[in-house]
């Protein structure tokens, strides 16, 4: 939560012309609720099932950029079927600047909502020590800083678009 991988991805996608899913909006799109609302309807257990499932039906797709959720690639064996399905890249980045990422963000997250910018870092830590091990199984590593300017978020594709294209020439 926090990494921009919505923002990143995007615009990622237009780099490279392709297109782009976002996970959670291709589930409310499915299900006609939000994500919050699902997960508050059916309980964590079942929202996952849905999420798993969702991605496997857009792993299939081809010559696209998908954004998934922070927990996705920490349920069932969602990481392996990212990885076998095309590249994933983890941006990495530190609670603290993922704290100011999020206190800068429009977004409501109702996971967050009220706290202050002190008690989100220790409970983005306590969130990434228990994700980092599935985090680190993507096949790029991605490290990110602050990402709250335009100017941030541009040199950020850019990084990435060029470890892609270094890829490629290997």
Same mark, same amino acid.
């Given at each position: 939560?926090?990494?921009?991988?919505?923002?990143?991805?995007?615009?990622?996608?237009?780099?490279?012309?392709?297109?782009?899913?976002?996970?959670?909006?291709?589930?409310?799109?499915?299900?006609?609720?939000?994500?919050?609302?699902?997960?508050?309807?059916?309980?964590?257990?079942?929202?996952?099932?849905?999420?798993?499932?969702?991605?496997?039906?857009?792993?299939?797709?081809?010559?696209?950029?998908?954004?998934?959720?922070?927990?996705?690639?920490?349920?069932? /064996?969602? =990481?392996?079927?990212?990885?076998?399905?095309? %590249? $994933?890249?983890?941006?990495?980045?530190?609670?603290?600047?993922?704290? @100011?990422?999020?206190?800068?963000?429009?977004?409501?997250?109702?996971?967050?909502?009220?706290?202050?910018?002190?008690?989100?870092?220790?409970?983005?830590?306590?969130?990434?020590?228990?994700?980092?091990?599935?985090?680190?199984?993507?096949?790029?590593?991605?490290?990110? /800083?602050? =990402?709250?300017?335009?100017?941030?978020?541009? %040199? $950020?594709?850019?990084?990435?678009?060029?470890?892609?294209?270094?890829? @490629?020439?290997?």
């Amino acid at each position: 939560m926090g990494s921009g991988k919505t923002t990143i991805g995007k615009r990622l996608a237009k780099v490279l012309s392709l297109s782009f899913i976002d996970l959670d909006l291709y589930i409310e799109n499915k299900y006609r609720k939000t994500v919050p609302a699902l997960f508050e309807e059916k309980g964590e257990e079942e929202f996952r099932k849905i999420e798993s499932r969702s991605l496997r039906e857009v792993a299939e797709f081809e010559d696209v950029v998908i954004s998934t959720g922070g927990g996705t690639p920490c349920f069932f /064996d969602n =990481m392996d079927i990212m990885n076998r399905s095309g %590249l $994933t890249i983890y941006l990495e980045a530190h609670p603290e600047d993922l704290a @100011d990422h999020l206190m800068a963000s429009k977004n409501v997250r109702p996971l967050i909502v009220g706290k202050s910018r002190e008690e989100l870092v220790p409970y983005i830590t306590d969130h990434l020590a228990c994700r980092e091990i599935h985090y680190r199984k993507a096949e790029i590593i991605y490290p990110i /800083d602050r =990402m709250i300017t335009k100017e941030e978020i541009h %040199l $950020t594709v850019r990084g990435i678009y060029e470890q892609l294209k270094r890829r @490629d020439v290997e």
